[in-house]
């Protein structure tokens, strides 16, 4: 059964213990993992260093494709194991040991990591820790459900660790597509011209010599929440589909659209699923995560291809998709996220990228990440990797949060992640503003007009015309411009 | 000696006066135009146009590559003759309309205009108006100190209007590279590996059926200003030069360091000007616009090559120069703004950005645009192009502007242009603050201790120590954040 998965005699000799493996990691160590939005992550070494933590002073600093699952990045969190985490997550716990400054964290654009880590910017990693469904002869690893980071870890960490996962059907294998452009200077080309275009080769080379040991696990991904659409989300869906079709009818697109990004939450899943009953068709995805939404526009006969750095299912979904996988790999490729969120592939193929905003304010601005402007929420992830390069970069978020007592529509965003020049529209569940060719006043009416929420809408409009009175190009009440969030903080609601 | 300039009799036959060129261009017209950094603008029919506006209802879009001369720039927004201007200026008269609401300006990235014109995200374009040395006999133009988006605005304006400067030495010839990647979804890479790559043709494509009139002149490019140093810019190129020199030691950077691109302004020409006397030698520039200090640099024997997009010179280098260009040509590539500013070229090179900023923040954020968050300054240029994908990104500024009276860090910048995603280095006259690898209060720290000027340290450290007692990833005190700009707008001082 090993010999499925190990397919060298060498290595079968490292399989250790999960509490072996962990005792190697020691306080103050960079370790960089595996796992890209849940998917890929380490089930056994990682936990065992969380539980080593709770009686050993050890706390490392940890890097990854993206978040990893409760069981990894919260355990981590909960036993004081990190230091410093980068360069994204999605955990409650870790998430308040962020806010709460005993864990520093790095929020980092998902494509820049690997270009930190080869340009010597981060100090230089000691241990690799990373999933694979299979070890080959050549002593390359077959990845699992993501590629992330782990083609760029295995070639720069100091020693590695394998998960070897068993739950992962082996069929995964030819499903990932890993390439490097090299270093400066002489670094090549990306040559991705579609987003079904195979550039590389299906497994991550490593030196078999750094591999200290190998862990074998069959635990499944933390499956992702099963993200059902409500009627906010659907109308958003509904407007955004009425400018495709607007789109179309001025021969600006055509009924495949151009590739897709969409990112992550409930939001973007479900406008995803808007186009299971669209006119569109034959659509593609280059995108970063694909979500339970990929696989029933493949269902549907709508996709035609799709391309990410990982697969994150619900727990249905995950049965359904690799229960069965050799119905989806030949429509499928995973590749580094160097690569799937390249900024210069992104504008070549014009990618229309959809991602979802905490808020925006009423000249285009987005911020996705803090909430009044201090408290993390997970990070930038790729989406400005998208939104800064896409053929048409979309914000979608609803008009208000918290039953009411937030609007995402603000005078000035508290943070901002994607700024004016970056946002081409932005859609809630009240209407889409189409801000291309207009100038930030021009904006501001168009955003007041159809975004905001009723309740909000004679308040912003008062602002904005208060603001313009005083002059700028971009008008604005210093002494008011943040006071909703402060309100917000003071008393619950803005 | 017209027929050194336009090489094709037909097209002779069409010389007509700066009047009946701008006779042509109506109200309401979209009007696209050469021009980058005042180099290779409309020195006649476009002062014509505004002579006109004097007298006839005429107001126009006006787009370009990026700043034009006070000669145009100035006397079309003094004549009232524009409705909307992109994506780039610097002149006063337009700069005080824009914030006076009375034109509208949309501040582009500069490799992103092309994109939104092609995609059919601005309005089609009625007249070209284009600078050239030389028509060719193909009906191809042969540029003059620009490239800017010259190309794509030939290519789908409707009309064009073609300036024959005659001052234009014709031995520009040549020093320009003129590719374009194709439309989606069919488009190619940028096959672009070092500054020096030629990848395309020396002259721009123009269809000899759309040529409505040739114009000629002789009138010379508005001289930049003669841009020396001070005081603080020698600090700020003294901290620099250091640190270049650390990261040599540290062998993360060759003594031919990587490909440098360096904004605009007084602060970046002095930069520049730091090299001449350093241990640097065999350095490359892939930038935009070269100043006087690209030339210092060849002459020193420092520089091998440099690629940009226009050439903008004072007075006196413009005689160096353009006395002798076959000295320089060899090592010169003038390109099209799209592939200059390409996003996947800075990155796939590693260019080292050096940008000015107006402000930055405790947390690394950067305005570079917006007076108190209001007030357009010039436009964010191509800097974000830069900033966001190079190798290093470093911003400097004075520590103080206004003779004091304003300090350039402060507690949160009123308008952010470049995130703290985007910034890896930023430096004043006090000193310099390396942001890689920190989390947002550690970078406060470093930002306070190393570029604040005495006068406020205090106060900057005072706000970051309150705001961290109220907690979160990135602590902020809302209803102080904004104060000190405040305090500039009501007090005329921080
Ligand atoms: C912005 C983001 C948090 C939205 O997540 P989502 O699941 O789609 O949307 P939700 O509406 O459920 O919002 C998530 C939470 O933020 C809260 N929230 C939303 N808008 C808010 C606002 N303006 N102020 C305060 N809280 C807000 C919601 O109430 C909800 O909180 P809860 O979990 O306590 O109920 C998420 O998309 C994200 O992290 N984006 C940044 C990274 C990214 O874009 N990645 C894509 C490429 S990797
Ligand atoms: C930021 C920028 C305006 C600085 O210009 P500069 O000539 O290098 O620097 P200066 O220090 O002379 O500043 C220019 C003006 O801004 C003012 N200024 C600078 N910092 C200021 C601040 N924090 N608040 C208010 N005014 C400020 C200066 O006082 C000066 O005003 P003045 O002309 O009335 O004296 C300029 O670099 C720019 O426009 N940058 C954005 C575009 C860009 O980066 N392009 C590069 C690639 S195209």
Redesign the pocket.
């Given at each position: 059964m090993l010999h499925e998965r190990i397919h060298r005699n060498d290595l079968l000799q490292r399989v250790i213990s999960r509490e072996e493996a962990a005792s190697r990691i020691k306080n103050g160590m960079v370790v960089a993992t595996s796992g890209f939005?849940k998917a890929g992550d380490s089930k056994e070494v990682l936990p065992a260093v969380a539980e080593r933590a709770l009686t050993h002073p050890l706390k490392i600093t940890l890097m990854t494709g993206?978040s990893l699952g409760h069981g990894t990045d919260g355990k981590l969190a909960e036993a004081g194991a990190l230091a410093m985490r980068l360069p994204?997550q999605?955990d409650p716990v870790l998430r308040r040991k962020i806010n709460d400054g005993e864990v520093l964290f790095i929020d980092q654009h998902?494509s820049e990591t690997a270009e930190y880590i080869k340009a010597g910017h981060f100090p230089p990693i000691d241990y690799a820790i990373i999933e694979a469904a299979q070890i080959l002869a050549d002593g390359s690893i077959v990845p699992t459900t993501s590629v992330g980071n782990s083609a760029i870890f295995c070639q720069l960490a100091r020693r590695i660790i394998i998960e070897v996962n068993t739950v992962v059907p082996l069929s995964v294998a030819g499903v990932h597509d890993i390439f490097s452009a090299g270093t400066y200077p002489n670094r090549t080309v990306i040559p991705i011209l579609s987003p079904d275009c195979r550039i590389g080769r299906p497994s991550i080379p490593v030196d078999p010599e750094k591999i200290e040991g190998i862990v074998i696990t069959n635990i499944r991904d933390s499956a992702a929440e099963a993200?059902s659409g409500d009627a906010s989300t659907a109308k958003i869906a509904g407007h955004l589909m009425d400018f495709f079709s607007w789109e179309v009818t001025k021969g600006r697109l055509k009924e495949s659209l151009q590739p897709l990004q969409a990112?992550?939450?409930?939001?973007?899943n479900s406008i995803l699923r808007g186009f299971v009953d669209s006119r569109f068709h034959d659509l593609t995805m280059y995108s970063?995560?694909l979500q339970d939404s990929t696989f029933d526009l493949f269902d549907a006969g709508k996709l035609n291809f799709a391309s990410g750095s990982s697969i994150t299912l619900s727990e249905s979904y995950y049965d359904k998709v690799f229960g069965d996988f050799g119905k989806y790999k030949n429509r499928l490729i995973l590749r580094p996220q160097e690569i799937s969120n390249s900024v210069g592939v992104i504008r070549r193929l014009g990618v229309i990228s959809i991602?979802?905003?905490?808020?925006c304010d009423i000249y285009g601005n987005v911020?996705?990440?803090h909430?009044?402007g201090t408290h993390m929420?997970?990070?930038?992830?790729?989406?400005e990797d998208?939104a800064r390069n896409s053929y048409l970069s979309i914000f979608v978020?609803?008009s208000v949060?918290?039953g009411g007592a937030?609007?995402?529509v603000v005078p000035m965003v508290s943070h901002v992640?994607h700024t004016e020049h970056d946002v081409d529209i932005i859609v809630t569940d009240e209407g889409l503003a189409d801000l291309r060719g207009l100038s930030p006043r021009q904006r501001a009416r168009v955003i007041i007009e159809n975004t905001v929420h009723r309740d909000y809408r004679e308040r912003l409009q008062s602002y904005f015309e208060r603001a313009v009175k005083r002059g700028g190009h971009t008008p604005h009440l210093l002494e008011e411009a943040l006071s909703w969030h402060r309100s917000?903080q003071e008393t619950g609601r803005m």
């Open positions: 939005t993206a994204f999605v998902l993200a990112g992550i939450g409930k939001v973007a970063e995560v991602n979802t905003a905490l808020e911020n996705s990440t909430v009044t929420m997970n990070g930038i992830g790729g989406s998208f978020t609803s949060a918290k937030v609007s995402s992640d917000l």
